[in-house]
T-cell receptor, first 116, second 113 residues
Framework: NAGVMQNPRHLVRRRGQEARLRCSPM?????VYWYRQLPEEGLKFMVY????????ESGMPKERFSAEFPKEGPSILRIQQVVRGDSAAYFC??????????????FGAGTRLSVL | DAKTTQPPSMDCAEGRAANLPCNHS???????VYWYRQIHSQGPQYIIH???NNETNEMASLIITEDRKSSTLILPHATLRDTAVYYC??????????????FGTGTRLTVIP
């Protein structure tokens, strides 16, 4: 069973461009979470999605950031008009619907975004 | 979710047990204690969780005090690969996937050869 897959692993963008980060949850998981980790800081929650629905986006900046988790395909975190302050590691996690592990989040390796 | 307090850093000799403490004095009855770790440049990794009984798995043991106000994560034979930041997180075990995880500053464990 493959783990949480994130791509790309590294992404370089110039200021003003768009960044699209993708996350494929583990098989059988319909809950996806996105976290951001700024350099030398801890992880900060951004958004929680369940298939086709945003459940909690309390940690997401109000502008330029959006997330989706369509019925088919990976979850996408989209950052429009990137600025240097968006440079960070973005981690995705997933959890299953049921079973003993339903409240455990499994993380991907992250996407490291560098804004020039 | 209850707040947790952890020492910022600890050292442990390779092969010895690493005991990582966590205070969660405001924990409520339906809140579980979870431990994750983040090895440098990698995604966080789930280690173990518990409610009130001590728990053990292939990675670690979790000892929770009787009043549940504190807990200790034990790595029985630390190796260099256990060097990481360890996070103690308290959260309720609600509906599937409910809520995010709050990662505080954690404890940076350094295993010394």
């Amino acid at each position: 069973n493959a783990g949480v897959m994130q791509n790309p692993r590294h992404l370089v963008r110039r200021r003003g461009q768009e960044a699209r980060l993708r996350c494929s949850p583990m098989k059988g998981h319909s809950h996806v979470y996105w976290y951001r980790q700024l350099p030398e800081e801890g992880l900060k929650f951004m958004v929680y999605l369940q298939k086709e629905n945003i459940i909690d986006e309390s940690g997401m900046p109000k502008e330029r950031f959006s997330a989706e988790f369509p019925k088919e395909g990976p979850s996408i975190l989209r950052i429009q008009q990137v600025v240097r302050g968006d440079s960070a590691a973005y981690f995705c996690a997933s959890s299953p619907d049921q079973g003993l592990a339903k409240n455990i989040q499994y993380f991907g390796a992250g996407t490291r975004l560098s804004v020039l | 979710d209850a707040k947790t307090t952890q020492p910022p850093s600890m050292d442990c000799a390779e092969g010895r047990a690493a005991n990582l403490p966590c205070n969660h004095s405001t924990i409520s009855g339906n809140e579980y204690v979870y431990w994750y770790r983040q090895i440098h440049s990698q995604g966080p990794q789930y280690i173990i969780h518990g409610l009130k009984n001590n728990e053990t798995n292939e990675m670690a043991s979790l000892i929770i005090t009787e009043d549940r106000k504190s807990s200790t994560l034990i790595l029985p034979h630390a190796t260099l690969r256990d060097t990481a930041v360890y996070y103690c997180i308290v959260r309720s075990k609600g509906t599937a996937g409910a809520n995010n995880l709050f990662f505080g500053t954690g404890t940076r464990l350094t295993v010394i050869p």
